[in-house]
């Protein structure tokens, strides 16, 4: 069925960068909003950046202005360029995405994850 695959993670030195990728594949009718959340460890997961299927985009004040998503309706990606990423910024990313599949209703699916180190 649907799946999101997502890569681009390492190991990164402070005001380096990175760019993740997430890639839907499965018996998709549609897909809504996508975007990527992080999760350190002992903290909450948090919502970095949405973006709309009509490329409207937000992000937490946290990462304005380094950080920027974008979609590629065509091949059901999303991706995360993330600039002058600061150790704050580690965490593991998670690709998520609303797709409407071909017999089921519109629900979130989610990446299985990727590290993101920010560290000299």
């Known amino acids: 069925q649907v799946q999101l695959v997502e890569s681009g993670g390492g190991l990164v030195q402070p005001g380096g960068s990175l760019r993740l990728s997430c890639a839907a594949s499965g018996s998709i009718f549609r897909i809504n909003d996508m975007g990527w959340y992080r999760q350190a460890p002992g903290k909450e997961r948090e919502l970095v950046a949405v973006?709309?299927?009509?490329?409207?985009?937000k992000y937490v004040d946290s990462v304005k202005g380094r950080f920027s998503i974008s979609r590629d309706n065509a091949k059901n990606t999303v991706s995360l360029q993330m600039n002058s990423l600061k150790p704050e910024d580690t965490a593991v990313y998670y690709c998520?995405?609303?797709?409407?599949?071909?017999?089921?209703?519109?629900?979130?699916?989610w990446g299985q994850g990727t590290q993101v180190t920010v560290s000299s």
């Open positions: 973006i709309t299927s009509g490329g409207t985009t």
């Open positions: 998520y995405a609303e797709i409407k599949g071909l017999f089921s209703q519109t629900r979130p699916y």
